[in-house]
């Protein structure tokens, strides 16, 4: 039997996605007319909230009118998927030391998994393209289901699929939305600080190194 489940979120979690989101998201807007608005760097934070969050803020700073913006997120955001899935791994890394934990945790008998919200699809390429697909257990994006995180649905399908079990799991996460994911699922949950200070959200714990990722998930799921 399995010691514990791992699942873990994608973007800003396991590797820095924002490079390429954030070109993606400025391609989108060129293609409904506008001059690209986001700046790899200051808006990371928003490019891992994903890409009607990225569109959001590009038309704000357009101080397009919000009935406006709303129609435009929704023309532009499947020009961004087309523009991402185009060049999905062009910037994007890994976090250092991130696939070394997740590797110690499968040699000391854990599974492991993703649940994230970016489109199964999409999350499917990136982690095949990066060759580390075979790596993961699980994964559900956010169309996998009807729902998507902060319901925890998706979670409990991310663990079952890992072959896991609910009650012995934690989340891996970078954000709210994670937080707040592990608590409707009655879970642990782990926060890496890696995009800022995450401490306000009061996970069970907190990495700023993936070498500390061992301790902590032995510490909250038992040896």
């Known amino acids: 039997m399995p010691k514990g489940t791992v699942i873990f979120d994608l973007d800003g979690t ?3 996605t924002s490079g390429d989101l ?3 998201a400025n391609a989108a807007l ?3 007319g ?3 608005q986001l700046v790899h760097g200051p808006d990371n934070a928003t490019a891992v909230r994903g890409g009607r969050a990225m569109l959001r803020l590009a038309f704000e700073r357009l101080t397009i009118p919000e009935a ?3 129609e435009q997120i929704e023309a532009g955001y499947p020009l961004l998927l087309e523009a991402y899935g185009a060049a999905i791994d062009v910037y994007t890394r890994f976090y250092p030391g991130a696939l070394d934990a997740v590797n110690s945790l499968k ?3 854990f599974k492991v998994g993703i649940c994230t919200n970016k489109p199964e699809a999409l999350a499917d390429l990136l982690l095949v393209r990066l060759g580390v697909r075979d790596l993961f257990g699980s994964l559900i994006g956010a169309d996998t289901l009807p729902t998507r995180k902060p319901d925890p649905r998706p979670y409990y399908a991310a663990v079952e699929r890992a072959g896991g079990h609910v009650a012995r799991s934690l989340l891996v996460g970078d954000t709210e939305t994670d937080r707040h994911t592990a608590q409707a699922a009655s879970v642990p949950c782990i926060l890496v600080g890696f995009g800022g200070d995450v401490t306000a959200l009061a996970p069970e714990g907190i990495i700023r190194d993936y070498a500390e990722l061992g301790p902590a998930v032995l510490r909250l799921l038992g040896n």
């Open 34 to 36: 506008h001059a690209p």
């Open 107 to 109: 040699e000391k008998d």
């Open 22 to 24: 954030i070109a993606a």
């Open 68 to 70: 406006a913006a709303v």
């Open 30 to 32: 060129v293609g409904l």
């Open 14 to 16: 396991l590797a820095d």
